[in-house]
C-alpha cells in the first residue's frame, strides 16, 4: 500500500493556536518535511512532544530536488508530514510541488486544518469577505508590481496580498495609483501576536503611514473595484482600461473594442479617449 501526505497547518503567532491533531501528527509521521528545521524544533518543544520519525528540510531551494525522494518514500507505504514555519503549506509557501506529483502518484493527500493569515486577515479587515481573490506576493520591481496590479485593477472581488514590512510603503503608494487614492484597505501586522495591528484606511493614506516604517508579518487586503454602470466611467479610466489590455498581450484595436463592450459605450468613443490621450502625451 501507498503511503500519505499529510500537509498540516501551523500557528501564525499563538502557539495555542496549534491545532489538536498536529501534536500527534508530528509525533507518528515516518517523515517530517519542514520548510525550517529549526523552527520545527522550536514548535515541538512549545507544544511538549518529540518527532520519531526522519525529518528533513523541504524549502523554496530544494523543493524540487527533495520532491521525488518524498514521493518514492510516500510510494513505499511512508507517512510523510509537510509542514511551513507557518499557516498552510502551499498557500505562498512549499507543498504544491510535492501534492501535485503525490496526486500524479495516485497518493493520498490529506490535511489537517490550521491558522491561515489570509481568512484570519479578511475576518479583521472589515471589508467584504463574501468573494476573494488570493494574489500572495507582489514581485519585488517597481515595473513588474504595476503591471500586476494593473491586471486586478477592474477585479471586484475583495484582494489579498502578503508583503515584506520594508516594500510595504511602496507597494501601497503603487496600489494608491492604480486602484486610486481612496481605495479602502487594511493593513494587518503580526497576527494572533502580542504587537497585532490592524490598519484600515484609504490607500494613499495607508501608504503615507507606512511610510514612517513598519515591521512585522504583513497582510494587505484591499476593497474590490466598484460596480459601474453604462456611460459612467470617464475618459481617463477608459484609456488606463485599454492600457491594461495591452499591457496584457491584447492588439490596442482589440482592447478598444473590449472596453468599449465593458462600458456599453461606442467603440469611437474609447477610440477617441485613447488618441486624445496619445496626443496630450506627445505635448
Known amino acids: 500500500m501507498t503511503g500519505t501526505l499529510v500537509l498540516a497547518g501551523t500557528p501564525i503567532g499563538d502557539i495555542a493556536d496549534a491545532p489538536p491533531r498536529l501534536a500527534t501528527e508530528l509525533e507518528n509521521a515516518d ?34 530536488a527533495r520532491t521525488p525522494e518524498l514521493v518514492e518514500a510516500l510510494v513505499g507505504g511512508a507517512r510523510v508530514l509537510l509542514v511551513t514555519d507557518a499557516g498552510m503549506p502551499s498557500v505562498s509557501d512549499p507543498g504544491y510541488r510535492l501534492v501535485a506529483a ?15 493569515a489570509v481568512l484570519t486577515a479578511l475576518a479583521l479587515s472589515g471589508l467584504p469577505v463574501d468573494r476573494f481573490c488570493f494574489e500572495g506576493f507582489l514581485p519585488r520591481k517597481a515595473g513588474e508590481r504595476l503591471g500586476r496590479l494593473r491586471e486586478v485593477a477592474d477585479e471586484r472581488r475583495t484582494l489579498v496580498y502578503f508583503e515584506a514590512p520594508h516594500r510595504l510603503d511602496d507597494t501601497l503608494a503603487a496600489m ?11 493593513v ?16 494613499a493614506e495607508l501608504a503615507a503611514w507606512a511610510a514612517e516604517g513598519v515591521r512585522g508579518e504583513i497582510t494587505v487586503v484591499v476593497e474590490g ?52 490621450a496619445k496626443n496630450a502625451a506627445k505635448g
Open 225 to 276: 473595484a466598484p460596480e459601474t454602470g453604462p456611460g459612467e466611467l470617464d475618459a481617463a479610466e477608459l484609456v488606463r482600461r485599454v492600457q491594461v489590455r495591452e499591457e496584457a498581450g491584447e492588439r490596442r484595436k482589440e482592447a478598444i473594442v473590449a472596453v468599449a463592450a465593458e462600458a456599453g459605450l461606442p467603440k469611437r468613443e474609447v477610440f477617441d479617449a485613447v488618441v486624445a
Open 102 to 116: 503525490a496526486v500524479e502518484q495516485d497518493i493520498k493527500v490529506t490535511a489537517v486544518p490550521g491558522p491561515s
Open 176 to 186: 494608491a495609483e492604480v486602484f486610486g487614492a481612496e481605495r479602502r484597505a487594511a
Open 188 to 203: 494587518c501586522r503580526e497576527l494572533t501576536k502580542t504587537y497585532e495591528e490592524v490598519k484600515r484606511g484609504p490607500l
Open 31 to 64: 517523515i517530517v518535511a519542514a520548510e525550517d528545521t529549526r523552527r520545527l524544533r522550536g514548535l515541538t518543544r512549545a507544544l511538549g512532544i518529540h518527532t520519531s520519525g526522519r525529518v528533513v528540510s523541504y524549502f523554496e531551494g530544494n523543493e524540487s
